[in-house]
């Protein structure tokens, strides 16, 4: 049975799954904007609704989303819907006769279960509460399938299956979400400053960009050390980020990685990357380093203590979180082309979250800001900015004078602040610790 419909007036009904729920409208956004088309939701719109309907969208469109989404689980033309059977029939029957044919549709044509040529769902909403199922659907849906999400890249690429993994490997699902609210498309050249074990190019290499990152950690950017795998003590030699993407069928796109300080950027100056991902660390585990020398330090007694001759000999020095984002943010309005996005995570204290604690740089605009809650007390903000314009010297003038653009201090005593609010719990520092560590950090 061919479908012939006018394209003008379809609406799109996308099936969302329930976890990562605040993720879900800024991933879906940013894959219609590579395609060019504005979020146009249906009537009585719901965030945080198992169910969307879109408007002004083709075939094309949707399914261009759902080859990337790992938010979303299927996508459908909408036939018909309505809070009952009976508004669902009479939304049906105003559907085009020529594309319907079962009882008030009559289909015509062989029923084919192994091969079909068009697949029809019926969906019922029956809200989000678990424990508040009702007895009979909020609300139904019908219409064809068009295409399923890429749901099966989490389980696929799960962190347990990886060649490489670290204490603070990022989760799957949340790499190829961070990849997606960066726009990630194939050729770009992606960069990662704090590399970590990887899982942040991985995600990207599998949408075919390029990949590459820095890390100030030699024994994570060369695999060596102890594992972080059960029953494993030491890491094997060909236990490293290529071998990763080797696993995955995208060393191709595997630029390198180096080890380097993310407060000293080896760079040239220009515009290099199309994308910037990353999660910084926390100090969780331990405080946040820099390298630096005795001379940097206000408690020097002697500078020339780290000079051996002519060399220099580097010391570890704090890097505190207020410091790392100013970099980050500056490194990523010199260094992206515009356009490019910067994603990162920010790990706050939740009692004292507000709007202010979100760094901000005069080049780049927000564009999405959405939570992951952690405890009770902590959580992690996914931050995605895009570069507006390039760097002028009257942009230095403006963290001088405007408060909007100074790096906010209270970053600082994250690691203070996380470890006080544990002992009020009954959850133990070390069950909390790893929990946060697993989340990320990398």
Known sequence: MAIHCSRTCLQYLIHLAHDNVDFRLPEIRALLSLRGKPFD?????????????????????????????????????????GRTHIELRTSLLKYPTENMAMEYLSFEGRVNLRNPKHIFCLLEDYGTDPNDIPDEPLYIYFGRWIA?????LIRSHSVKNRHFIG?????????????????????????????????????CSHFGAYVCGTDIDYNTIHGIGKASR???????PDENIRANLRQYGSEKLYVDVLVSDASKPIWRDGVLFDAIITDPPYGIRESTRRTGSQKDSVNSVKPSEDYVGDSHVP????????????????????????????????????????????????CLRLVSNCEQTLSSHTSRRLITMEKIKEPEETDALAHLSDPHFSPYQGHNAFREKYFSGISKRTLTGKEETNKMATNGGE
């Open 167 to 203: 204490n603070t490997s990022m989760d799957a699902g949340l790499s190829f979400i961070m990849a997606n609210h960066a726009r990630v498309k194939a050729y770009d050249l992606v960069y990662d400053p704090f590399v970590g074990t990887g899982s942040l190019l991985v995600a």
């Open 230 to 236: 059960k029953n494993q003590k030491w890491r094997g």
């Open 148 to 152: 399923d999400g890429q749901r099966e």
């Open 315 to 362: 010391v570890s020095m704090a890097y505190h979180l207020s410091d790392i984002f100013t970099d980050l943010l500056n490194f990523s309005a010199h260094h992206l082309v515009i356009g490019g996005r910067l994603v990162y995570w920010l790990p706050i204290y939740r009692p004292e979250y507000c709007e202010e604690m979100v760094p901000l740089n005069a």
């Open 41 to 81: 939701q249906g009537e009585n719109f719901k965030e945080k609704s198992p169910f969307w309907r879109l408007n002004g969208l083709s075939e094309e469109d949707v399914n261009s989303i759902m080859a990337r989404t790992v938010c979303a689980k299927s996508a459908f033309e909408l036939w018909g819907h």
